[in-house]
Structure formats: C-alpha cells, structure tokens
C-alpha cells in the first residue's frame, strides 16, 4: 500500500509547471504531466522522464480527458503576451473549454483543483495595490482580452463548479513570475532583458518605461502554490500571490545591466495597446489564510536566472 498522492499537473512542461512538477516528485507523490508543447519543451521535464513516478502525455486540455488523480494543477495556458495572441481563438479555449474539462474531471474523480488565475482578470487598474475583492478594469474586445477574459472565465466556472457540484476548488492570481526555464525567446519582460544584455543587444523598453511590474521569484510561487493546495477546504481564493516590490520596467532594465555588466543601450519600442500601467499585489489574504509572502528580494532572483541564461544561451 503506497500513501503516495496521484497529482495531475496541466501545463506541466511549461515555466510554472516544470517547477511545481519536481517540487511535487521531490515531496514523494505520483506526478502526471500534460502538456500539448506550445510554449513548454521536454527540455523543461528532461530531469524527470527517468522517475518512475513521473509520467507525461501529450494532450490538448481543450478535448476530454479521463485519468484517476487525487489532486488536479490547472496550469495550462501560455502566458507570455506574444504567445497568448499569436492563436488567441485558441487561448480563450484553452482557458475556457480546458477549465470545463479538467472540472468535469475533478467532479467525477472527487479531485481537489487548483486554477492558474491571474493578476490580468484586474485588467489596467484603477486600484492599487490590488485587493482581491477589485473587480477590474478588463477590455473585452482588445488583444489582451482572449488572455484575460478567458482566465475570468475560468474563476467563474470554478466557483459555479463549487456553488453547483460542492467541489474542492483554489484560485490563486498570480502576479509576474520570473526564473530559471523561462524560453529565451518567451518575449516577457525578464527574459528579453535578460537575454539581450548578455548578447549585447539593445534592452527593448515598451514605451518611456515608467509602468511597473512587480516581480516574484519561482520559487516563492511554487511555495505558495502547495500552501494554498493544502490549506483548509474552505480556503478557496480567489488569492493573490506575487511580490509586492514594485518596479519600473526602466529600473528593471537599469538593474538588469548593472548585473550583467552588459555595455547594451536601452532603446525604447512602441507600448502594446492595453498594457497595463501599474501592477502590484496586496498579499494581506495569503499571509493570514496560509501564512505566506515571499521571501527572494529582486536582485538574489535576478542573479539565479542570469546564470541559468549564461548556461543555456
Ligand atoms: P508557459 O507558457 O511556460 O506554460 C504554459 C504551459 O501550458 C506550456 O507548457 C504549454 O505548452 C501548455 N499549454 C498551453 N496550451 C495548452 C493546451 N491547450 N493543452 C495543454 N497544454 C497547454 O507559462 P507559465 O509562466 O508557466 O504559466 C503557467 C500558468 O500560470 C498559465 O496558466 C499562466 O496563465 C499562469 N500565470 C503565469 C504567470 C507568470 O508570470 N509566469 C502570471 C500569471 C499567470
Ligand atoms: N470530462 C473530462 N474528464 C472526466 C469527466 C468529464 O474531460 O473525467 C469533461 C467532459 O468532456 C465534459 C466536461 O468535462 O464535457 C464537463 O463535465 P461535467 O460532468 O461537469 O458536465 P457534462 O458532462 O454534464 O457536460
Ligand atoms: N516589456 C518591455 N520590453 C520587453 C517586454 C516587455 O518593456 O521586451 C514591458 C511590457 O510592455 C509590460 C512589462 O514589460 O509593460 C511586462 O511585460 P510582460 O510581457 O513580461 O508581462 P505582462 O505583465 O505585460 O503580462
């Protein structure tokens, strides 16, 4: 007899998802991946295929999908913005018909179902630092929108899944999350800056630079994440998880090239429509329902995922 947990993780082979994937083996559970390969790589998971408790497959989370799980992450969904709009038909199924099935899994297996939110359901907002309780500021018709609309979608069919089915559900919105197996070519801010200062290319800044972005390291998230899997049942979320250190993308840059000793300029590009001018969470909810704030300062993250990109570009 093996008290081992069976945990479904989608999006496993992604950013997020490789992280949680060696967290949750490392804890001693059972672990299956799945992941279509849009934005996550084998790569990702490479250290894991030898497991004998870790098992991948490659499936679209917009079709059904029926396996036997205790635990369900619901992680799939590119996020970078250049990725989420490239198919963004595709994005909003994702978030959308990939909630609805991996729900309807949850309900028929009894599994316990965490959704990847995130801090865009507030939109560009006109409230700040974000409470959960903001209800946001969200264009429906914008290229941003199939990302955010979607993932709002989503935090509402897991609370009609509770208030319909009794479910076990968690929301967490996750605020910029930044580290070690981001794709150099994922286009967030981080690794494009990242990436550029150590090949000597000019550091793209989206307009004058002064929005802000507050930053949390991956490990700290993934922290966060098992926290609010593991709390009580009627800890549901929707919660905020992120660092409230909060930057500008000029700063960013600036500190970027302090610590790479990069000599790049910085040159500044046209702003995305709709992108967000201030973002930073309130973390008072997850400090007092699962006792957690992160606890990796900007510059000790950057330095980690500096010399991941050293080694891999
Ligand atoms: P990522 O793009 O690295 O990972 C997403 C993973 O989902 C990839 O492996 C991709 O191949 C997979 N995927 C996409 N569509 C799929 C589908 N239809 N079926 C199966 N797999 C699919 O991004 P990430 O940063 O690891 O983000 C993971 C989750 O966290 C996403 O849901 C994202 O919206 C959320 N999130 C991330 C951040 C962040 O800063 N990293 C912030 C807010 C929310
Ligand atoms: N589903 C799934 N795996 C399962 C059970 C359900 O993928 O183990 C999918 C199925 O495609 C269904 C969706 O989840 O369309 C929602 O299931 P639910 O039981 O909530 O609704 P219904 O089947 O009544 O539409
Ligand atoms: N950004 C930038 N240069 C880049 C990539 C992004 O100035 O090369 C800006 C972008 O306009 C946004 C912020 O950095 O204001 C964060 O962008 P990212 O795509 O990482 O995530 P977002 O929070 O917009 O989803």
Redo the contacts with the bound molecule.
Sequence with gaps: MTTRKKILITGGAGFLGSHLCTRLIDEGNEVLCVDNFYTGTRDNILHLLDNPHFEVERHDVTFPLYVEVDEIYNLACPA??IHYQNNPVQTTKTSVHGAINMLGLAKRTGAKIFQASTS?VYGDPEVHPQTEDYRGSVSTTGPRACYDEGKRCAETLFFDYLRQHDMRIRVARIF?TYGPRMLPDD????S??IVQALQGDPL????D?M?T?SFCYVDDLIEGFVRLMNAPDDVTGPMNLGNPGEFT?RQLAEKILEMTGSKSELVE?P??ID??TQ?CPNISLAKEQIDWQPTVALEEGLEKTISYFKEVI
């Design positions: 970078s913005p865009e910029n286009g967030r801010v981080v494009n800056f793209t800044i989206y307009g630079g929005q972005r993308i590009n702003l995305p992108d967000p973002r």
